[in-house]
């Protein structure tokens, strides 16, 4: 059986920090705090990489107990291992 030769088309992957929303949840919640012009990207990025770590973690978790699927057991371990290294 032979392949379609068409290529369906992909959705747009928005590549664009939501900076407006960003910038308005600081407003709510910390209104006297004082932000760069570029304070809220630096924030956006470290979220990214947050996830991306625990993502990781979790991940190395679910192998060692030998579990095909990352459990929320899987997650709160990660997390607490990350964070404990974050502190020291």
Known sequence: MAFSTTVPRRK???RKAP?????RVFK???????LEKSGD??????CLLFVHRLAEESRT?????KCGIIN?????TAAKVILKKSRG
Do not use: D, S
């Open 12 to 14: 747009r992957v928005k």
């Open 41 to 46: 990207l630096l924030i956006h990025l470290n």
């Open 28 to 34: 709510r919640r910390k209104p006297h705090l004082r």
């Open 61 to 65: 978790n679910a192998c060692e107990n």
């Open 72 to 76: 929320k057991e899987h997650i709160l």
């Open 19 to 23: 900076r407006g929303f960003l910038k």
